[in-house]
């Protein structure tokens, strides 16, 4: 997509985000920083940070395994790039939240399908850290949400035993919620 589509889609995106009504009740938010092509999600963030909510990236947990956690993002939120080149807060350990700490978590996505699977880049960094959450069925969980451009919509993905289904999908023509 063009720089022009890609800010169009991303200020689209800022619209039915901010309308979505998981937010009503949503203190802690989790999202993401585009690369590769990724929608935008940094109006909506913006946005919600203007309307006092706390927004938070993810950061990769140093070992081997793949794992991620959540560190408080604002405007003046110092970035460096990790080792997957990626930007993330310059936070101490001690600062960061734990997945189930959050309310809604938008992640990133190569694809979706209307079940709620997604194809994520490979590294399988939110399956492994939201595992934990899949026994949490009557305790408070966050809200999963992928954020996609509408062509990113396939119609059916293959799904492995460790991958964790979205609640939905946001793009920057509707909310798609996961037919169960």
């Known amino acids: ?12 995106l800022r619209r039915h985000i901010v309308r979505f009504r998981a937010l009503a ?42 794992r991620i956690r959540f560190a408080r993002f604002t405007p003046n939120t110092r970035l ?3 080792r997957l080149g990626i930007l993330e807060p310059d936070l101490p350990p001690r600062q960061w939240l734990d997945p189930g700490q959050l309310d809604v978590i938008f ?7 209307k079940w709620g699977n997604r194809l994520g880049r490979g590294g399988a960094f939110y399956d492994a850290s939201l595992a934990a959450m899949r026994q949490r069925r009557h305790l408070k969980r966050p809200r999963l949400i992928g954020l996609a451009h509408e062509c990113q919509q396939v119609a059916h993905l293959a799904t492995d035993s460790w991958d964790i289904p979205l609640d939905g999908v946001i793009t920057d023509r509707r909310f798609v919620p996961a037919i169960r």
């Open 1 to 12: 997509m063009s720089p022009v589509a890609q800010r169009q889609a991303a200020t689209a």
């Open 25 to 66: 009740c949503a203190d802690r938010i989790g999202a993401y920083l585009p690369t590769d092509g990724e929608i935008d999600p940094c109006p909506a963030l913006i946005e919600l940070m203007r309307r006092g909510r706390c927004c938070l990236l993810p950061v990769i947990m140093p070992g081997r395994r793949p």
């Open 80 to 82: 460096v790039v990790n």
């Open 107 to 113: 992640l990133p996505l190569v694809a979706f399908d």
